[in-house]
């Protein structure tokens, strides 16, 4: 059983900073693209980041030049780092795994961290 698990979000004023982490356990991670989505009351979840597992990384425009998305695979974790924060970012961010080279895809989610900024 895969489990993803969320950590770091919390409540930040307008233009501060938070990491976000999560930690997989009960596969091979370096299989896995890993990933950062996010949901705003009344919205669609959306992409935030993406890391494939050779290091290609895919950005929101939104958050471009403000979040970095890393991963450890020796640690089965992958971050987000967030900078210069905005009352646009409120949401709740969940961590991705998905599996790659496979047929039919293979995803899975966390739970979902709070993280909210103040104007």
């Known amino acids: 059983q895969v489990q993803l698990v969320e950590s770091g979000g919390g409540l930040v004023q307008f233009g501060g900073s938070l990491k976000l982490s999560c930690a997989a356990s009960?596969?091979?991670?370096?299989?896995?693209?890993m990933g950062w989505y996010r949901q705003a009351p009344g919205k669609q979840r959306e992409l935030v980041a993406t890391m494939r597992s050779a290091g290609y990384t895919n950005y929101a425009d939104s958050v471009k030049g403000r979040f970095t998305i890393s991963r450890d695979n020796a640690k089965n974790t992958v971050y987000l780092q967030m900078n210069s924060l905005q009352p646009e970012d409120t949401a709740v961010y969940y961590c991705n795994a998905d599996r790659e080279r496979v047929y039919p895809p293979l995803t899975y989610w966390g739970q979902g961290t709070q993280v909210t900024v103040s104007s």
């Open positions: 009960g596969t091979i991670f370096r299989l896995y693209t």
